[in-house]
């Protein structure tokens, strides 16, 4: 079991930027892929971004390739989501989420542990 908390949502202008950090409870962390969703009102929650537990290798949406990037501090049992660029559409709650595997999906259901949430609001 692993407990996961969001921090660092906001509101910000088009084109800002923020960071997302999600701090584990556990030190073994590190042996947990971790991915981040989105979910926008009155839509269904989506992909953003995933890491592999060694931090190696990592998957993003076409919708925010280029401009987010995930990345994590074992040492610190943080991942983060570093988002730039913001545009409009990518105003939503955005979720962190774990698996103890090598290697997180895409799909929601491949997560069994998730945090509680940060909203994220970029206005023009």
């Known amino acids: 079991q692993v407990q996961l908390v969001e921090s660092g949502g906001g509101l910000v202008q088009a084109g800002g930027s923020l960071r997302l950090s999600c701090a584990a409870s556990r030190s073994t962390f590190s042996n947990y892929a971790v991915g981040w969703f989105r979910q926008a009102p009155g839509k269904e929650r989506e992909f953003v971004a995933s890491?592999?537990?060694?931090?190696?290798?990592?998957v993003y949406a076409d919708s925010v390739k280029g401009r987010f990037t995930i990345s994590r501090d074992n040492a610190k049992n943080t991942a983060y989501l570093q988002m730039n660029s913001l545009k409009l559409e990518d105003t939503a709650v955005y979720y962190c989420a774990a698996t103890p595997a090598n290697m997180g999906g895409k799909y929601p259901s491949q997560y069994p542990y998730w945090g509680q949430g940060t909203q994220v609001t970029v206005s023009s």
């Open positions: 890491l592999r537990w060694s931090g190696s290798s990592t």
